[in-house]
């Protein structure tokens, strides 16, 4: 296993990541038939990916983020690991008019405050086990935090079919359906308990022969009421929208550009984390609806 390992890691640099800082989500995986059309033996895959932006003076950054992926494939079994994390701190200056005369005349008026604005991990494990050309049963778990998003813990699971409507040698287009539970650990709050109906649609193909691109779309919508620190949720109120699409392009030899987008959406987030002054009884600030995240990557395989 192990050296199956180390002839497949690839060493990734990142260059450029713009947009705001989320959690590195690992990618919509389904199961793909054609990596499995001709497996007969065990195979191993495996790949990380880190990058880190520091800066200090006048203005003050730390930005963390890692991904990693490994998977086996063995005969109509497909067992598929992903992880990843991200942090990110920023000081800020701001002033303060202590003496009240309408003017910044001191040092002391200007004041810095620290703040994280990135505090999020995700792991995540699927088994797909094929049954047909065409057909599949997966079975999922997934556990993670998202903590300015007032997510102090995220687990769940999901099962479902799985079908391949459409693929030929540059493209392949795959459907599932399933059932999704999630319990959701607000940092203000009691936590969720969300069994939800769960519909996915994927894509992936080969605009050249040294550039891909991939595109996938979940929803998830909830058959159960919601009790929350916000008010009551009612069925179907509390839709979860995941999307992603990515391009990646050869350039040169071992090294590949990457673009990707991403987006979530929760039509019922839940409430925004305290901001150091309490907030007014009966006064529950909600989460952003919609978080994005664009990035720009240069891919480097060594291996």
Do not use: C
């Amino acid at each position: 296993m192990i050296r199956a390992l180390r002839g497949v890691v690839p060493a990734i640099l990142v260059l450029v990541a713009a947009g705001p800082a989320r959690a590195e989500e690992p990618k919509f995986a389904y199961g793909d038939r054609a990596e499995l059309k001709d497996v007969k033996d065990v195979v191993w895959k495996a790949a990380v990916q880190a990058g880190m932006i520091l800066t200090t003076g006048n203005s003050r950054t730390t930005t963390i983020s890692a991904t990693a992926s490994a998977s086996r494939k063995s005969g109509a079994n497909k067992l598929a690991l992903e992880g990843g994390a991200a942090f990110a701190r920023s000081t800020v200056y701001f002033a303060q008019d202590l003496d009240g005369n309408g003017t910044i005349d001191n040092d002391a008026e200007i004041l810095e405050d620290a703040q994280t604005t990135t505090q999020a991990w995700i792991v995540k494990g699927r088994y797909d086990r094929f049954l047909t050309e065409h057909n599949s049963l997966y079975a999922s778990a997934t556990a993670g935090a998202d903590e300015p998003a007032g997510k102090q813990f995220v687990g769940g699971g999901q099962v479902g079919y799985s079908r391949q409507l459409y693929v030929d040698d540059k493209h392949e287009v795959v459907a599932e359906v399933g059932y999704d539970f999630t319990y959701e650990n607000p940092v203000v709050g009691p936590g969720v308990s969300i069994h939800s109906a769960r519909v996915f649609a994927g894509y992936k193909g080969k605009l050249t022969p040294d550039t891909g691109v991939e595109a996938a779309i979940e929803a998830l919508s909830n058959f159960n009421s919601l009790d929350t620190a916000a008010g009551e949720v009612e069925s179907f109120e509390d839709t979860r929208i995941n999307g992603l699409t990515k391009l990646t392009t050869k350039v040169w030899e071992n090294v590949s550009f990457g673009f990707s987008f991403g987006l979530k959406y929760d039509h019922a987030p839940s409430p925004r984390p305290p901001l150091g002054i309490p907030y007014a009884a009966g006064f529950v600030p909600l989460a952003d609806e919609l978080d994005t995240k664009t990035e720009v990557s240069l891919i480097v395989n060594f291996l």
